[in-house]
């Protein structure tokens, strides 16, 4: 699946999109396989407070099931207007 | 009902003038627009970033809601995205309904829903360094009372 981020996240991590191979159940089981892979998501992802969680550009939640996504992003929350 | 999300600058004076009109059956048109501040001074360039497809359809979900909840005629939002200075004009909403209590709460609405569900992030640059602008607790409070 593709998976973006935004903002510090996307700082952090260093790339805005990724494809990531995973067969990880929903976004928390996802958040911790990468988090196991380097620091850097470890970091990222550190304080899920901190985050939001868009699946297919809905916003989502961190318990919500993987099936069928296609395109997972973090970021954290939004400052428009 | 109108939804535009770009990087160039836009011409508010027009925007609310082709906005408003022709309607004869709308007696309250209601606009607003944001501008980008310089807070603590010094502020060389607001950078904003957005999510380039769930934008465009975050701020149409939340627009459709509005002209559903308050009937309205019409609604416009327009938001830019990039670089700007202090001054510029970030984003615009207006709205058209038959009485002007709702239409100044639809743009409420649609000011409240915007800047904590639409997927932009503020970023201000100073000559000495750059931060992202963090989300206030305030802004999301202020979704309750819809």
């Known amino acids: 699946m593709d998976v973006l981020y935004f903002a510090w996240v996307r700082e ?17 089981d996802l958040i911790s396989e990468l988090r ?22 809905e916003l989502s939640e961190f318990d919500a ?11 954290p929350p939004m400052t428009g207007g | 009902m109108r939804v535009v999300v770009q ?7 027009k925007e609310a003038e082709a906005f408003a009109d022709g309607r004869h059956d709308m007696g309250a048109i209601v606009t607003f627009a944001g501008i980008v501040r310089d807070i603590a001074g010094g502020l060389d360039v607001m950078e904003i970033e957005h999510y ?20 309205l005629g019409d609604a416009l939002v327009i938001h830019r995205y990039g670089r ?3 001054g510029e004009k970030i984003m615009m909403v207006a ?12 743009a409420e609405y649609l000011m409240d829903y915007l800047k904590s ?28 009372r819809w």
């Open chain 1, 12 to 28: 952090r991590i260093g790339v805005p999109k990724e494809k990531i191979e995973t067969t990880a159940a929903t976004v928390n």
């Open chain 2, 52 to 71: 380039p497809g769930m934008t465009e359809k975050a701020l149409k979900k939340i627009a459709a809601e509005a002209v559903d909840r308050w009937s």
């Open chain 2, 95 to 106: 709205t058209a309904a038959r009485h002007r209590k709702d239409a100044f709460e639809a």
């Open chain 1, 65 to 75: 099931p993987l099936e069928g996504v296609r395109e997972v992003a973090f970021f």
């Open chain 2, 7 to 13: 990087d160039a600058p836009f011409d508010y004076g």
């Open chain 1, 36 to 57: 196991g892979r380097e620091e850097r998501y470890d970091a990222a992802f550190a304080d899920l407070t901190a985050l939001r969680v868009a699946l297919d550009q």
């Open chain 2, 117 to 144: 569900r639409a997927p932009f992030w503020k970023k201000e640059h100073t000559a000495q360094d750059a931060g992202w602008v963090a989300a206030k607790d305030e802004d999301e409070a202020a979704l309750d």
């Open chain 2, 84 to 86: 700007m200075g202090a």
